[in-house]
């Protein structure tokens, strides 16, 4: 059957402006609605109903960037009324359409679904010269001195700061994982150190030179302007809120711009952010464990809806795990990356699951 789940899924996008049900599917695959239904969540991870809830929203959003009227969006995309599209919209992003279409906020993407693509995969990346120089063109002032650039791990720092991608502002990269294992109140202090590397299984001085002394430029320089570069997935944005919370933390006045990007497709968008409540939602989030009480742009949002969902046992990644188990290490670790690439684990944190579960 898993041979079938791509044609499943290409039937669904053809359709994803009709309504159809479930038997409809089922009826045009030749396979029971249950099998369908079982088969597509043990391939996919996740079931067909919230598959189609993602991408159809998602798809929306193209809408809405341009201004078209939300109760024609909603009819297009069969929901019953403006408010069903708004409530659909808002479970998934954290906002409403309206508000969405004011603010153009970065969403975390949910693109249609490839099973078992090739390594080369189907998509092309964009040039990462070609956009910054876009960025460039916009925003002069963020390729100057006074410009800090806080990158989302080493790989991307060498290559921005070898190239000198963003001019003459200075780079620092964020080597860490925050999405897994404990963490404290005060962020980059002794305790914090002790916390992170215990948890990581690493001595305190491997963690002190990966993680902490590449950030001395943040630590210990002023700068006008911070600019922060981490993808959209629920790894880098768990990353993302920690050096945000530190900002908060350490009286930052200068100001603050996000440049989201997915790793597949590095198109940037760039947002400017405004301090004053990510330390809570850190403390929320990253240490307690629950739901934040403030409104967040999309793509956080999103990505902590996910790390929420991972904090629980029986998660869809541990799931998925544990129902093709069955598959050799190696071939199970390269179906989750093709699977969950909204969650940005790497081979360590799959590893680890692996391992539990086999």
């Not at 876009?134 to 991307?156: A, P, S, T, W």
Request: net charge negative; glycine share 4%.
């Amino acid at each position: 059957m898993n041979e079938y789940i791509q044609p499943m899924i290409d039937w669904i996008e053809e359709n994803i402006k009709n309504k159809f049900s479930l038997e409809d599917l089922a009826n045009y695959m030749g396979y029971s609605p249950y099998y369908c239904s079982f088969k597509f969540h043990q391939v996919t991870g996740i079931s067909i109903r919230r598959y189609i809830l993602f991408r159809r929203v998602y798809l929306s959003t193209k809408d809405l960037a341009n201004n078209r009227k939300i109760i024609d969006i909603a009819f297009e995309y069969n929901y019953s009324s403006q408010e069903a599209y708004s409530r659909a919209f808002k479970t998934v992003f954290g906002v409403s359409p309206r508000e969405f279409q004011l603010n153009q906020m970065p969403v975390q993407s949910f693109a249609k679904l490839t099973i078992h693509q090739s390594e080369d995969g189907s998509r092309m990346n964009k040039s990462r010269e070609t956009e910054v120089e876009q960025l460039k063109n916009n925003n002069m002032e963020l390729f100057d001195r006074d410009v800090l650039n806080i990158l989302n791990g080493q790989v991307m720092y060498d290559e921005f700061s070898n190239k000198k991608l963003m001019g003459d502002s200075d780079y620092v990269p964020f080597n860490e994982a925050m999405c897994v294992n404990a963490t404290t109140e005060f962020i980059f202090d002794e305790v914090f150190i002790q916390t992170r590397a215990s948890g990581h299984n690493v001595s305190v001085e491997n963690y002190s030179n990966m993680v902490i002394k590449p950030l001395n430029n943040l630590v210990r320089k002023n700068y006008n302007y911070i600019v922060l570069w981490f993808g959209e997935d629920m790894f880098c944005q768990m990353n993302l809120l920690t050096i945000l919370a530190y900002l908060e933390q350490s009286n930052y006045k200068g100001k603050v711009f996000f440049n989201s990007f997915r790793e597949d497709e590095f198109k940037v968008s760039q947002t400017e952010l405004t301090l004053g409540s990510y330390y809570s939602v850190y403390e929320e989030v990253l240490i307690k464990h629950l739901k934040p009480t403030t409104k967040l742009i999309p793509v956080m949002y999103q990505a902590i809806d996910l790390f929420l969902e991972m904090q629980t046992e029986n998660n869809a990644v541990t799931t998925y795990i544990s129902k093709n188990k069955h598959l050799p290490t190696s071939e199970l670790l390269k179906r989750l990356f093709e699977v969950f690439p909204t969650i940005g684990y790497g081979d360590t944190q799959y590893l680890e699951l692996i391992d539990k579960r086999k």
